[in-house]
């Protein structure tokens, strides 16, 4: 019986578990997995034979490096998990020339993994099945690519899982930013005039943290219409859309996208880093 | 000389344990924090108000404490207070959060160790009791009770969302808290009956070793109400070693009581009160409280105290402290649950300046303070003060207990691995927050 399931691993690079966490709720991967491999859980030190490797958390030291090498070779197929794996995620912040001299301090600790000048998305050194975007992956998603379920479709963009309507007698002239207030139930956020980025960020995560009066952050990447372009198309169009829904200036939403948080999610399937790579196939990202 | 190392698993992050030996000596044990992200640097020059989107980051398993020690850190510095149905919120979304801290930590992190087992999902083939109750089905399900509860009340329940500078972005409908308030009612009966079981068999697990991880007592820190839990305070207090005498300070005033220093062998630093080892989590809020203040809990603090004295000190006892806890934070959520969460009332309005600002959480590993120092409105200097190194000193000492019992000149006894893992797991460090 338990032969029959397939088996399947979690490496865990220099990340924030949250990957781990919503796995963990999306526990219907127990009928038809034999989970072998996720030290969060399961006391197994090495990486064993397995159908399916979910990598989360980027490169920062040599031996992420290493057990990420060491563990590819053992599977038939391998994913990319979360935003960190697939773009270094917010330890991406830290490759900020200004930040990475106050890294320096810290070179005379002994008997610990060196850390790397910069933190890496993992395809710049293995290559990649499948990508799941998201900070995390919502617990559906993750069950949507363990199962395979057809009938799962997702959404093109966040916007659409909203709910919220966009009205057009409401016009904000200044931009609220993210923290600000008692956010009006059912309206649009950007007729709110706050920067919500889901019009164009890709779907299928339910649209939790809009629904919840929060701005999207685009922490799942652009929609399968920007993911071949570079990340100045997507900030183009996102300008377009609060040229069209809001009276706020230009130069202030330029200036808010740029900001190095917004950055960290936006530009995360584009050449954020000034590092040149094709960009990841469609088709390969769930 | 010998230098024994021990990979860890089922705790939060990565870590090892180190311990060197001569001649059958324990010379010393670190807990060595392997990963590193620089959180305190990579913050620096963001917007301040969009840190609380960017801290829950520093980890997915404490994000909600996170989130809310940032908000109050701002709200610090902008001199402005919530109102308090956001308050209330924001209690629900640590309870949430301690109910699935907890359940996470007793059933899939610990109850492995009870039942000899590599992992939670071994647990009901090993034992026909187990499978029986549905241990591994059912833990997942009450971890879940906890998720749902910070989905509810933050939006997210990885990265929560609706706490804000100022309040929370909106109340909680009637007829959802209602549901909400339902299904934790189930739930309920459902963790008595497996913390039970859990007791049960550490009760076993402490006869076969003949100790339940003995060492000298410890100071204890927490941030709780002058009786029962409060994890959204201002103040930290500290029992002394015996039990005798508290100390209490506010949040700003830190540095004056507890020493910090970096570690040369490990990511993460460590924290003594003023040269004292120190305790934080679970016990060490059960020893603080007088009370928890909801019936079934005080009822297994009753019998705890019982047979643990008062304060308690054993090292297994950190892993019973939190069942209680479990049960409380069920408890106490839905009373809450059961008051009208949909007021207008939700944020204040106020204006961004520059400055200093402190937020305090007791979070489930104990408590957590945020720092931020705001110029032009962005990030100068971030401070994260993570109770996981408040504990890295009594982990340490208790690691070396545990070595001692199980090295001599003549071997290594083989138990020793397994007691390193049950002594680092009872304190459910989080190495993702301690080196953030």
């Known amino acids: 019986m338990m032969s029959t399931l397939k088996r399947f691993a979690v490496l865990q690079l220099s990340g924030c578990a949250g990957c781990e966490v919503s796995l963990l709720n999306a526990d219907a991967w127990v009928q038809e997995y034999r989970l072998v491999y996720m030290p969060l859980v399961v006391s197994a030190h090495t990486v064993p034979e397995v159908d399916l490797l979910l990598v989360s958390g980027g490169v920062r030291t040599d031996e992420d490096l290493y057990s990420l090498r060491r563990a590819v070779k053992c599977a038939e197929q391998v994913i990319a998990v979360g935003t960190c794996a697939i773009s270094g995620g917010v330890a991406n912040l830290g490759n900020r020339d200004e930040v990475r001299q106050l890294f320096l301090a810290h070179e005379t600790r002994r008997h610990l993994p060196r850390l790397f000048p910069k933190s890496h998305p993992i395809d710049e050194f293995v290559t990649i099945d499948r990508y799941l975007p998201g900070c995390p992956p919502t617990p559906e998603l993750f069950m949507a690519l363990l199962t395979g379920d057809p009938e799962f479709k997702p959404a093109k963009t966040v916007c659409q899982d909203c709910g919220r309507k966009k009205v057009k007698d409401l016009r904000p002239a200044e931009l609220l930013g993210f923290q600000q207030g008692r956010v009006l139930p059912d309206i649009c956020l950007i007729n709110q005039g706050y920067l919500c980025i889901g019009t164009s960020t890709r779907g299928g995560c339910g649209a939790p943290c809009t629904r919840a009066g929060h701005p999207c952050v685009g922490c799942r990447g652009p929609s399968d219409v920007f993911i071949a372009k570079d990340a100045n198309a997507w900030l183009t169009s996102i300008k377009r859309i609060f040229a069209t829904m809001t009276d706020i200036a230009p130069e202030i939403i330029d200036a808010e996208l740029r900001s190095p948080q917004l950055a960290l999610f936006v530009f995360q399937f584009a050449d954020y880093d000034g590092v040149e790579r094709p960009p990841r196939p469609p088709e390969r990202i769930l | ?436």
């Open chain 2, 1 to 436: 000389m010998t230098t024994l190392t021990f990979p860890l698993s089922r705790i939060e992050g990565h870590a090892r344990v180190e311990i060197e030996v001569q001649d059958g000596e324990v010379l010393s044990a670190h807990f060595q924090a392997t990963e590193w992200r620089g959180f305190q640097y990579l913050v620096q020059g963001a917007p301040a108000e969009q840190m609380p989107v960017i801290v829950p980051r520093i980890c997915g398993v404490c994000s909600t404490a996170h989130h809310v020690a940032s908000v109050k850190a701002l709200e610090d510095a902008y001199g402005i207070e919530p109102p308090p149905l956001a308050r209330t919120i924001r209690e629900l979304l640590l309870l949430g959060q301690l109910i699935q801290n907890q359940a996470t930590s007793l059933f899939i992190f610990t109850m492995p160790d009870r039942l000899g087992v590599d992992s939670l999902f071994e647990v009901d083939e090993a034992d026909a009791d187990a499978a029986e109750a549905h241990v591994e089905m059912r833990a997942l399900q009450i971890r879940q009770a906890g998720t749902h509860l910070i989905r509810l009340a933050g939006g997210q329940f990885i990265h929560p969302v609706k706490a804000t500078v100022g309040g929370v972005t909106g109340g909680i409908p009637a007829q959802e808290a209602e549901k909400m308030r339902e299904s934790l009612a189930q739930v309920l009966p459902s963790a008595r009956e497996l913390f039970d079981y859990y007791w049960e068999k550490s009760l076993a697990l402490g006869e076969r070793l003949g100790t339940w991880g003995d060492d000298a007592p410890a100071c204890y820190i927490a941030s709780v109400g002058s009786e029962c839990p409060n994890f959204c305070g201002e103040q930290l207090h500290v029992l002394n070693a015996e039990g005798s005498y508290c100390t209490s300070f506010a949040t700003q005033n830190f540095r004056d009581y507890l020493i910090h220093q970096e570690s040369e062998t490990s990511y993460a630093g460590q924290t003594s009160f003023q040269g004292e080892v120190l305790r934080a989590n679970s016990l060490a809020r059960i020893n603080l409280v007088e009370r928890l203040g909801t019936p079934v809990a005080d009822a297994y603090l009753a019998r705890f105290r019982e047979a643990f004295g008062n304060p308690a000190h054993a090292i297994l006892l950190f892993d019973l402290a939190r069942g209680i806890e479990l049960v409380y934070a069920l408890e106490r959520a839905q009373e809450i649950l059961a008051q009208p969460l949909d007021g207008e009332e939700v944020a204040v309005s106020y204006t961004r300046r520059d400055g200093e600002g402190y937020g305090l959480v007791e979070a489930p590993r104990g408590p957590l303070i945020h720092h931020y120092r705001i110029e032009d409105g962005r990030i100068a200097e971030a401070e994260f003060i993570i109770p996981t190194v408040h504990n890295i000193l009594a982990i340490e000492r208790a690691l070396r207990v545990a070595a001692r019992r199980y090295i001599t000149a003549e071997r290594v006894d083989m138990e020793l691995e397994r007691a390193v893992g049950r002594v680092v797991r009872a304190f459910d460090p989080c190495i993702a927050c301690a080196t953030h």
